[in-house]
């Protein structure tokens, strides 16, 4: 009788469940980690790959899609598995629809090219139950018998060659869409790869990659930016962090021997898979074949979190056969499970909101200008300027070439009126990077304040000159123009500033209001109706318009356009009382400003909303 395969589930029988109860568990565990943050903000850089995506965070949540994407390839694989296991030949189609999930992968983020291996590792050791060492060793003395190895058995040579030609051309066309070149990084995003010297760079990437492990085993240090000094380099082997290379690298060969030598064919390739999901989807995050962007990054670690999860149920299965009183062990799994869930809770509840991201980082890597930059640009946008120039005034410290943190300081010094600072901060921020377009218009502005036009003028066109489609700066030029009654470049700085962003209201505002000025209202009209066909609902475009007409005799016409302005001044206040639920309030604005335009589509649904609303208020308090 042939000998069964050992079970994890019989070694471990304390844990065992049926099947649609360990999904229900397991999904209930998920739901736990994760329901507080369902009703999050957008924050970090989700600005930039959903809210301002134009397509909507297709490719800005490359994340997510890489690991749909990888679900659904190896689930093709299992599908595959599954009909071989059944007495049906290894399907083509299901490794087919797995190589091209895993190619649309490849195309969201690079770690896709490593979903291709994991399916061809897969492949080899729990389908085929390749023994690594005996083919390594067979393959070293080129035996000819390589199928008694496993690598023919059941078509596996052409299943392997299909996933890996399948991801190098898929590799080929990303390297073409990134215009065959890496992209451009700086020395504050990843350090250790500046490094002169090829022992720093080792060194400091080996640290990096025991961190990586670190925060697999105990994911407290999270943090949504590792950059900008974060993890200082490591220059001598007299730093004591060396010691965290060794631990790693002594775990790592430990392992690797016993995947490799061990006499049980069961350990070999159950470590052998461990390992492969461990280290074959973090090797693009390396740096070992090109610089990566980032010095850590969590979720570079999402895919290795399998290999780990492998290998800690197969070490707990082992002590559990050792272990006289299992229930101890049970509950130290069970304990660290829920530090866990907690843990993981807690992450999720940070990244609820900016503010709650920012300062979390800020225990953990103190030394990251990011993310002093950070918290001080969401104190900001909050209006609290006081305690943002105290967290920019620390990131320009910790990083004195920070031009951003510069650029966001000098606009604050400028709007208190501190033009003296502001302008020796914009200066250096535009010395450091000569092309930092929204340094020089702000820089512009300080010595427009200053009355010093003609460098205004230059910092201006510089600015445009390296970000050609620059609406604001053209706006700010428009302005610097009127000052020196230079009307005519003053109304086409503005008129570029309205080609390039056509709701840009205060350039139209400004073209209406210089051109009254100057006489030619007829001409200011025609601005007036453009603008307001563009932007319908803009109350100082009405004004503007309404004072031309009233000063061209247009008097009915003049007073339509304060009537609408007043209608849409009482429309905010109505909708808000709705919202805020003070009816009464709500209906006598609606109802004023339904006098004022009887026929206003959007006021006569609202308006009728809530005298439905208030009807049936009336009879629950009649009943």
Same mark, same amino acid.
């Given at each position: ?34 329901? *507080? ?35 659904? =390839? ?245 002590? =559990? ?26 992450? =999720? ?67 208190? *009126? ?142 339509? =356009? ?19 639920? *003070? ?41």
């Amino acid at each position: 009788m042939a000998q069964t395969e050992p079970n994890l589930d019989h070694d471990i029988s304390w844990f065992l469940l049926p099947s649609c109860w360990a999904k229900t568990v397991v999904a209930l565990i998920s739901f736990l980690c994760f329901a *507080n943050s369902y009703d999050g903000d957008f924050v970090f850089d989700d600005s930039e790959a959903i809210i301002n995506n134009k397509v909507a965070g297709i490719v800005g949540r490359a994340d997510l899609l890489c690991a749909l994407f990888f679900l659904l =390839s190896f689930l093709g694989y299992c599908k595959a598995f599954r009909e071989n296991k059944e007495g049906h030949n290894f399907s083509v189609f299901w490794v087919l629809v797995s190589v091209l999930l895993g190619a649309i992968a490849m195309l969201c983020k690079e770690q896709g090219i490593t979903i291709l291996g994991l399916n061809a590792v897969f492949d080899a050791l729990v389908i085929n139950k390749l023994n690594i060492l005996e083919f390594i060793q067979k393959l070293l003395r080129k035996d000819k018998l390589l199928e008694n190895a496993g690598l023919l058995r059941k078509g596996l040579l052409f299943r392997i060659t299909l996933l890996m030609s399948g991801g190098a051309t898929i590799l080929y066309i990303r390297w073409r869409i990134m215009g065959t070149g890496p992209p451009a990084f700086t020395e504050v995003d990843n350090p250790a790869s500046f490094a002169d010297s090829l022992f720093v760079r080792a060194i400091n990437y080996n640290y990096y990659y025991s961190l990586n492990a670190w925060l697999l085993l105990c994911p407290w240090w999270l943090c949504f930016d590792w950059s900008m000094g974060c993890i200082p380099l490591i220059k001598s082997v007299s730093d004591w962090r060396i010691i965290a290379l060794a631990a790693l690298w002594f775990c790592l060969i430990g392992l690797i021997c016993q995947a490799l030598c061990s006499e049980d064919s069961y350990k070999r390739r159950i470590l052998t898979l461990g390992l492969g999901f461990l280290i074959i989807p973090f090797l693009p995050a390396s740096n070992l074949f090109f610089r990566v962007g980032f010095v850590v990054a969590e979720r570079v670690i999402y895919l290795p979190s399998i290999g780990y999860c492998i290998l800690f149920t197969y070490g707990f299965s082992l002590l =559990s056969k050792q272990a006289k009183k299992k229930k101890i062990l049970a509950v130290a799994v069970l304990g660290i499970l829920l530090m866990n869930i907690m843990r993981c809770a807690l992450r =999720s509840s940070q990244w609820r909101s900016e503010e709650q991201l920012f300062r979390s980082a800020l225990s953990v890597c103190p030394l990251n200008a990011k993310v002093h930059y950070n918290v001080g640009k969401n104190l900001a946008d909050k209006g609290n300027q006081s305690a943002a120039i105290k967290y920019y005034r620390e990131a320009v410290r910790l990083n004195p070439k920070y031009v951003h943190a510069m650029n966001n300081l000098g606009n604050i010094l400028k709007e208190r *009126n501190e033009l003296q600072e502001a302008e020796e901060l914009l200066s250096l921020a535009v010395q450091i990077q000569p092309d930092f377009a929204a340094a020089w218009m702000n820089l512009g502005i300080v010595q427009n304040s200053l009355r010093r036009f003609e460098e205004a003028e230059q910092s201006y066109w510089t600015a445009i000159k390296h970000r050609k489609k620059y609406p604001d700066c053209y706006y700010n030029l428009g302005r610097l123009y009127a000052d020196l009654n230079r009307h005519i470049d003053a109304l086409n700085a503005w008129r570029n500033a309205t080609v390039l962003k056509p709701e840009h209201s205060l350039a139209w505002n400004n073209m209406i209001i210089l051109l009254d000025n100057t006489g030619n209202l007829a001409q200011a009209e025609a601005v007036g109706r453009e603008a307001l066909e563009l932007i319908p609902n803009d109350h100082s475009l009405m004004f503007s318009l309404a004072n031309v007409l009233g000063k061209s005799q247009k008097y009915k016409t003049a007073h339509y =356009s304060t009537i609408l302005l007043m209608k849409s001044l009482i429309d905010v206040p109505a909708v808000l009382y709705h919202r805020w639920g *003070n009816l009464d309030l709500a209906k006598k604005h609606y109802e004023i400003s339904l006098k004022l335009d009887p026929t206003a589509p959007g006021t006569k649904e609202n308006y009728n909303l809530l005298r439905r609303k208030l009807e049936q208020l009336q009879k629950k308090g009649g009943a």
